[in-house]
């Protein structure tokens, strides 16, 4: 049968690919009485390799069946070889449905392939149109997923179907788009910044320095470290308590992470965030810059409170296990828990370092003024000024980052307008980092 050369599946792999050029794999491949509903391909992407399939809703409305399975299969086995990325676009009504198991078996394929190459190469998923079934376990499983406007997410038939508005806000899609050549644009960006794979070194490209600015928050902070016009916010919609952002400095990937973004506390779904984010990088060997400013973790009942300790234990665990650069500022409160998991030696941090009005201390100044200074309360006629004048002193002296240097528990102690040339020396220094953990299969974190 002859090829439809303007199906979106094949005009949707002319704008991923550079010049609009690939090899297609399998195009003469048949499902049934029909060519396979799945276009398969590798070209290059801003120079660098590239596996990339498309489903094709041209052809049965992009059913899946063991044809489609086994030309998906062929793409991620090359990748695994070769170690290039695989870009996997989604537009299809599910399996056919013939009754028989023959369907699953071909989902089960496509499942295997899609873990066997889980953190060896980047995977980056493109809802385009429907994505449903076991489709959407497949795509959601990439460390990417890119959803256009009208794009449609779902298990069966009888789920409410999630638009791209609702998975960035319940965290399964990293970006949105207006539609599909933009979604593509940004898949080009990413692949552009990413490693190719678990062994290859950071891209390095050309950058501009950023002008320092004056504003001690979060975008004034994340401006003065990365390259001018190098952020890209990632999960932006989804816990807002959490920032999670691919960058370059002087011209390498980085990432940061921030718990800066808002005066809220962190939730649980803050903790998944960070957590998962943290992961990624390891994985691929990305150096993560922490910017540490919170006020605690939320839960009140006896559920939130569990939930807390759940989250916290997972992001805890990332941050320990993993084995990738890491530099860790205090840029505002780091209290209990949240300074042990993000910027304290059980972090493996291998830089700690705190701007000059940091708070670092296992309490808040008001429950340490209760704590370990109750006695100088007594007799007070005004117990609020007194609190007050309390509170302050425990946060200049014992709380201070000037404390926490003396004591060993930073290694220094910065001006905001020195945090870029500071993280870039540290970044460079551990360019050579090797760590091994001891060998297993993998750590148990509580879900």
Known sequence: ??????????????????????????????????????????????????????????????????????????????????????????????????????????????????????????????????CAGTAAVMACAADFVIMTEQAELFLTPNFEKSIAQTCAQNGIAALT???ADTAIAKVRDLINILPLNNMACTPCMEYDVPEVPSGKDLSGYVASIADGGSVMELYPAYAGAAYTALVTINGSTAAIVATDKTD????????????????????????????????????????EQAGSVRALTRLAGSYAEATTPKISIITGKAVGAVFVALAGKGCNADFAYALEDAYIAPLMPESAVEFLWHDKLKGCENLTAKRQELAKEYTDTIASAMSAAELGCIDEILTPDQLRDTISRSLSMLEGKRVTNLPKKHNNFPF
């Open 1 to 130: 049968m002859e090829k439809n050369w303007n199906s979106p599946a094949r005009q949707q792999l002319s704008a991923l690919f550079d010049e609009g050029a690939y090899q297609e794999i399998g195009s003469y491949v048949m499902e049934k009485t029909m060519p396979a509903a799945v276009v398969t391909a590798y070209g290059y992407v801003n120079g660098n390799p590239v596996y990339a399939f498309a489903q094709d809703q041209s052809v049965v409305n992009g059913a899946v069946g063991m044809a489609q399975a086994e030309k998906i299969a062929k793409i991620y086995g090359l990748a695994a070889k070769t170690g290039a990325p695989v870009v996997g676009i989604y537009d299809s009504n599910g399996a056919f449905m013939d009754g028989s198991a023959v369907s699953l078996n071909a989902y089960s394929l496509m499942l295997e392939q899609t873990a066997a190459v889980s953190g060896v190469v980047p995977q980056i998923a493109v809802i385009a149109g429907v």
């Open 177 to 179: 788009a207006q539609n």
């Open 264 to 303: 809220a506390k962190l939730t649980e779904a803050d903790c998944a965030k960070i957590a998962r984010f943290v992961r990624t990088c390891d994985a691929f060997s990305i150096p993560v810059i922490t910017l540490v400013n919170t006020l605690g973790f939320e839960g009140n009942a006896a559920s």
